[in-house]
Structures are given as structure tokens and as C-alpha cells.
């Protein structure tokens, strides 16, 4: 099959996960059409595609303007073809309801704002990049991470991306195409 994976990032936590799928698809004998939003190609035909896997992360409670103009610009062809979303987010890496459901509101709002409506959403754990952060950045997370009591500690980085949580999301939509695809 043919997916197209687009995606914007913010911090680059993002990319290595649209990057990440597209070497799974690639190791599973599909074929990835990667779509950057914040540099997208002047013309994209999704004539040959198969399904459509957006990701974005959320910062300050929306995810980027780039994957919001994307999305809503394109959401009649991509409307026409099974889609998935993957939201990554530090609140993915938690288990407070409060804000697991802020996180769903928020990738619904993306639905409504945009037009595009996928059949499933995973959300997907981001990183603190702390080693990458400036200081008002690196200061302003460590407040935040030591609320939540995760680590502080910034002269490391920590992932919380769950990949084989990833891969089985990914697997069972491109398994799913064919019955969704059906009935659109």
C-alpha cells in the first residue's frame, strides 16, 4: 500500500515519529509518501493513495498552524481516503483524566477546524529535550515536568515515546484499509 505521512513539527520529537513510520511501512513492504507541512511540495497528486497518516504535536493547547492549514486545504482528498491521527503530547506520557481529556478536546477541535475527520486517533508520548532547550524553555519545562513528577534533570533528554505502541497502531490501520475504505 501507499500511505502518505504528513506531519509538522515543533521541537523535532514529531518528525522522528512521521520518520518512524515511514520506515515501518517501509520494513512492512508499503510504501511512505512523507509530507513536512511547514515545507509541503508544490503539488501533491493522492491519486495512488491508499491511506493517510497525519501527525502533530500539541503545544499550548493546539497543534501547528502549518498541519492546520495543510489539513484544511487538502481535507476533501484526504477526506476521501481512510486517515489516521497521532497527537503526540507529554500529557500522553501521564494518567491524569483532567488532562487526557483537554487532550481530546483539543485533537477534536483539530477535526473541526480543519474539515478532516480520521477514523482513529493515537496519542503518542512526546520527549523533553532538555539538552536542546534555551534557557527560559529548559526552566519553564523543568517547572512543569516537576509538578507532574517526572524528571528534572536537564542535563539529559528523556523519551517517552511508546514505539511498539506506535507500530500496532500503525499495523492495524494499514490492515484496516481495505474495510474502511469500503465505506467511504
Same mark, same amino acid.
Given at each position: ?10 521541537? #523535532? ?42 501527525? #502533530?504535536?500539541?503545544?499550548? #493547547? ?8 495543510? %489539513? ?10 481512510? #486517515?489516521?491521527? %497521532? ?9 491524569? +483524566? ?46 512543569? +515536568? ?39
Amino acid at each position: 500500500m501507499r500511505i502518505l505521512v504528513i506531519y509538522a513539527t515543533v521541537e #523535532g520529537q514529531t518528525r522522528e515519529i512521521a520518520e518512524h513510520i515511514g520506515r515501518y511501512l517501509k520494513d512492512n513492504q508499503h510504501e511512505a509518501v512523507m509530507v513536512d507541512t511547514t515545507h509541503p511540495p508544490d503539488s501533491l497528486s493522492i491519486d495512488e493513495i491508499d491511506g493517510i497518516i497525519c501527525a #502533530g504535536p500539541v503545544h499550548i #493547547g493546539a497543534f501547528p498552524a502549518p498541519l492546520r492549514r495543510y %489539513v484544511e486545504r487538502h481535507k476533501r482528498e484526504l477526506m476521501a481516503r481512510p #486517515g489516521v491521527f %497521532v497527537s503526540v503530547s507529554l500529557t500522553a506520557a501521564g494518567d491524569d +483524566a483532567g488532562e487526557w481529556e483537554e487532550l481530546n478536546e483539543i485533537t477534536a477541535h483539530f477535526s473541526e477546524e480543519t474539515g478532516w475527520w480520521p477514523v482513529s486517533v493515537h496519542h503518542a508520548a512526546g520527549a523533553l529535550k532538555y539538552t536542546e532547550y534555551d534557557f527560559f524553555r529548559k526552566w519553564m519545562l523543568k517547572r512543569i +515536568a516537576d509538578k507532574k513528577d517526572a524528571p528534572t534533570d536537564t542535563t539529559h533528554d528523556y523519551e517517552f515515546t511508546d514505539w511498539g505502541a506506535l507500530d500496532l497502531f500503525v499495523d492495524g490501520f494499514v490492515k484496516d484499509i481495505p474495510d474502511v475504505a469500503g465505506k467511504i
